[in-house]
């Protein structure tokens, strides 16, 4: 929780964590994160459901922008 009471900050935090994770290890990191997604992404615990929804679009962001990059050397 952070200082104001509010805990968007650390889930925000957490997301930018695994961003600049997934950005090092690009396609490796999945293997470590997939299992987590598929168990939390059922989750009745909305903090974990959150938290798989998160990983997904990290990675849905980084493969569009991945296209991009490549759609732009050709």
């Given at each position: ?37 598929e168990k939390s992404i059922l989750s009745q ?30």
């Amino acid at each position: 929780t952070t200082e104001n009471g509010n805990n968007n900050g650390v889930s925000a935090d957490a997301a930018t964590c695994l961003d600049y994770v997934a950005q090092i290890l690009g396609d490796d990191i999945v293997p470590f994160v997939l299992p987590f997604v598929e168990k939390s992404i059922l989750s009745q615990n909305w903090r974990e459901k959150e938290a798989a929804i998160m990983c997904v679009g990290i990675f849905y962001f980084l493969l569009f922008y991945n296209f991009k990059e490549l759609s732009l050397e050709d």
